[in-house]
């Protein structure tokens, strides 16, 4: 019983972080773009930058002019990420109090991806996400499918859409998966 017990706590403790990506002084934001609500006609606006401590941040304004209410901060994997053996995602992010999203997908040009909610509280949080609680959804609705379950992830997201007109700003210190 004892040697079941050490092996479960050696490999539990042994399972090294898989970073996703880490902000730095030195990070490269190529892969990161936005995409607000323009797409739909919305007047939303966001924008990804470093501090001088070098984390991301992520900030703006939303607007719900035109239908719009909605931005969003994507990062598309140089290439593909194998995950397998991963079963939880980590954000290290500081923010203002407002309930973002967090997405997934494990394949890029899918319509959907998998979704979901975390609150921040103004301080320097540890986010912890189990991968088979992210649902898929599609512009706001919930897909009839099961959970994420992949093994290989493409493109990581976070979004603000809470359906009103307020200005936003979430710190990113880093993101990986244990």
Known sequence: MRIL???TLFLATSMEAQTIFNFSKNAQLNNWYVVDDGVMGGRSMGSIK?????HGVFAGSIS??????FSSVRYRLPEPMDIKGATK??????????EYQFRVSDQIG????YITTFTTNGSWQEIVIPLNSLYPSFRGRSLNMP??????????TFLIGNKKTED???LIESISLR
Do not use: P, T
């Open 5 to 7: 017990l050490f092996i």
């Open 50 to 54: 470093q501090d001088q401590e070098g």
């Open 64 to 69: 719900l002019e035109n239908n719009g209410g």
């Open 89 to 98: 995602v980590v954000l290290k992010i500081k923010a203002d109090g407002k």
């Open 110 to 113: 899918k319509r959907y991806s």
């Open 147 to 156: 959970n994420f379950s992949a093994d290989v992830l493409e493109e990581i």
């Open 168 to 170: 936003f700003e979430l």
